[in-house]
């Protein structure tokens, strides 16, 4: 008996939907991900829910960067959806290069805030070259994404560029995912702390990136009190110059019962949230 060609066909195409739905399964059961890459002195965070991907900063190094990302996203996946570089620093941004290079960017997300050195010559040039859409970041402005959502918190407005000190201007925002809540602060210092505090924002929150690797000039009592983390992460390098993180933060934070993380000590610090439990767990 000579079996129909449309029967092939049939099975061809039921085989296309079987394999896209269990894609699509595959990706809603997925747990959101929040790993804060241990890049030595400076910032690299990953936020990913199956194939969807978020990256705030890249570190110093575009080698550490780039095996970061290779042992943390899918492998057939090249493609970041959104890219945050919280201020034109270089143990922010200097990663970043690489990655524009290496995998596909769908958005970039900055502040208006420029550096005057090669590596920020050479991030921009990356961005036009590759013609990545870049978008200003100001407080109001929100990132969704399927079951769970970012919220930019700081800068207040639009920056002026050329400012020479970018670290008070880094983008800060908020992650909520069912009952678990992140803050990320990039450099920012105690000014900018108080202009958050004043703004009313709600930055109570169960696990707080430390701002500006434990400086001395971040991390201050009032900003402590209103995110009242259960957990802090500090990214830090061993032995770095800057004698970060220093130990009047350490002090605050301990007298706060706040469990401290550290990627000088624990390698990369990797958050697992599952859909369903209450906590995240790392
Ligand atoms: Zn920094």
């Given at each position: 008996m000579k079996i129909p060609r449309y029967y092939y066909f049939a099975v061809a195409i039921l085989f296309i939907?079987?394999?896209y739905f269990s894609y699509q399964i595959f990706v809603a059961v997925q747990p959101l991900q929040v790993v804060f890459f241990d890049v030595g002195?400076?910032?690299?965070?990953?936020?990913q829910k199956g194939t969807q991907q978020i990256l705030i900063d890249g570190g110093p190094s575009g080698k550490t960067e780039l095996a970061k990302l290779g042992k943390y996203l899918p492998y057939f996946d090249r493609e970041i959806e959104i890219v945050i570089a919280t201020h034109p620093d270089k143990d922010h941004i200097a990663g970043l290069v690489e990655v524009a290079r290496n995998y596909r960017i769908g958005k970039v997300l900055a502040t208006g805030a420029?550096?005057?050195?090669?590596v920020y010559k050479e991030w921009k040039d990356v961005l036009s070259y590759n013609k990545i859409e870049t978008l200003e970041a100001a407080r109001g402005m929100e990132v969704k994404f399927e079951n769970f959502d970012m919220k930019i918190i700081h800068p207040q407005a639009k920056v002026n560029a050329s400012v020479g000190d970018a670290n008070n201007d880094s983008i800060v925002m908020r992650l909520d995912h069912g009952e678990n809540s992140f803050l990320f602060t990039g450099d920012i210092e105690s000014s900018a702390e108080n202009e958050i505090l004043d703004s009313g924002e709600n930055i109570d929150v169960d696990i707080l990136k430390v701002a500006h690797h434990?400086?001395?000039y971040?991390?201050?009592d009032a900003f402590?009190?209103?995110a009242s983390p259960e957990e802090a992460v500090i990214s830090v390098s061993k032995n770095n110059s800057y004698g970060h993180p220093t130990e009047a933060v350490l002090k605050s934070l301990q007298a706060r019962n706040v469990?401290?993380?550290?990627?000088d000590k624990n390698g990369d610090i990797a958050y697992k949230c599952s859909n369903s439990s209450k906590q995240c767990i790392n």
């Amino acid at each position: 008996m000579k079996i129909p060609r449309y029967y092939y066909f049939a099975v061809a195409i039921l085989f296309i939907l079987f394999a896209y739905f269990s894609y699509q399964i595959f990706v809603a059961v997925q747990p959101l991900q929040v790993v804060f890459f241990d890049v030595g002195q400076g910032d690299s965070i990953l936020i990913q829910k199956g194939t969807q991907q978020i990256l705030i900063d890249g570190g110093p190094s575009g080698k550490t960067e780039l095996a970061k990302l290779g042992k943390y996203l899918p492998y057939f996946d090249r493609e970041i959806e959104i890219v945050i570089a919280t201020h034109p620093d270089k143990d922010h941004i200097a990663g970043l290069v690489e990655v524009a290079r290496n995998y596909r960017i769908g958005k970039v997300l900055a502040t208006g805030a420029e550096k005057d050195t090669q590596v920020y010559k050479e991030w921009k040039d990356v961005l036009s070259y590759n013609k990545i859409e870049t978008l200003e970041a100001a407080r109001g402005m929100e990132v969704k994404f399927e079951n769970f959502d970012m919220k930019i918190i700081h800068p207040q407005a639009k920056v002026n560029a050329s400012v020479g000190d970018a670290n008070n201007d880094s983008i800060v925002m908020r992650l909520d995912h069912g009952e678990n809540s992140f803050l990320f602060t990039g450099d920012i210092e105690s000014s900018a702390e108080n202009e958050i505090l004043d703004s009313g924002e709600n930055i109570d929150v169960d696990i707080l990136k430390v701002a500006h690797h434990g400086s001395k000039y971040s991390s201050s009592d009032a900003f402590l009190d209103a995110a009242s983390p259960e957990e802090a992460v500090i990214s830090v390098s061993k032995n770095n110059s800057y004698g970060h993180p220093t130990e009047a933060v350490l002090k605050s934070l301990q007298a706060r019962n706040v469990e401290i993380f550290r990627t000088d000590k624990n390698g990369d610090i990797a958050y697992k949230c599952s859909n369903s439990s209450k906590q995240c767990i790392n």
